[in-house]
């Protein structure tokens, strides 16, 4: 059965730490892995990463993808009020996308 | 670029009632999905469609019924509704391709 598990599953920091998102995941027919922002409304799309060791990066978040232990990390640096919100992984099985529970991360001032 | 529109926002049931959630795309997805989410919990796929006229079962279809006549459309019928059912709906689609799957903006429904 596919399974993701994101941890911690909830982050309090104070403005200006760097913070690290986990993702391990267990799917049949992996193509690639989704990390998304979900705030009080829909779920935005933030990466997509299909090969080990690329990181990606967009301004100060950036994400690693490791296919043989099956994992991925997000990362924010230099966190702001704004990056409060709930971090979604979800690995694409056979295009259906397995999502996690999430990662509540609050930002304090 | 509307994206994905989903309609109403807010809905209260009562038990027992039929009702039909909207969901409209205008960036020619092939793909399109119906989610429920739960406090606590992660999303959960209801039904699932990979084109016009073909559609398919998630993880908790049971009460719900779909169907794809367009390319454009995905509506959600719920037959009779039940208190279970309470939840925050989100409709998504996505290409072929990369399958990044883009969201409306929600259905919030309470069923009493």
């Known amino acids: 059965e596919d399974k993701v598990v994101q941890s911690p599953l909830s982050l309090v920091v104070h403005e200006g730490d760097t913070v690290t998102l986990n993702c391990s995941y267990e799917v049949t027919n992996f193509r690639s892995l989704l990390w998304y922002k979900q705030e009080k409304k829909a779920p935005t799309f933030l990466f997509m990463l299909t090969s080990s060791g690329i990181e990606k990066k967009s301004g100060r978040l950036s994400s690693i993808l490791d296919k043989k232990e099956l994992f991925s990390i997000l990362n924010i640096t230099a966190t702001q009020t704004g990056d409060s919100a709930v971090y979604l992984c979800?690995?694409?099985?056979?295009?259906?996308?397995?999502w996690g529970a999430g990662t509540k991360l609050i930002i304090k001032p | 670029n509307a994206g994905v529109t989903q309609t109403p926002k807010f809905q209260v049931l009562k038990t027992g009632q039929s009702m039909t959630l909207q969901c409209a795309q205008d960036?020619?997805?092939?793909?399109m999905s119906w989610y429920r989410q739960d406090p606590g919990m992660g999303l959960r796929l209801i039904h699932y469609?990979?084109?016009?006229?073909?559609?398919d079962q998630g993880e908790v279809p049971n009460g719900y019924n779909v169907s794809r006549s367009t390319t454009e459309d995905f509506p959600l019928r719920l037959l009779s509704a039940a208190p279970s059912q309470t939840s925050v709906y989100f409709c998504?689609?996505?290409?072929?391709?990369?399958?990044?799957?883009?969201f409306g903006a929600g259905t919030r429904l309470s069923v009493l």
């Open positions: 979800a690995p694409d099985s056979n295009y259906q996308l397995i």
């Open positions: 998504a689609s996505s290409d072929r391709d990369k399958n990044i799957q883009y």
């Open positions: 469609s990979v084109g016009a006229g073909i559609t």
């Open positions: 960036m020619n997805h092939e793909y």
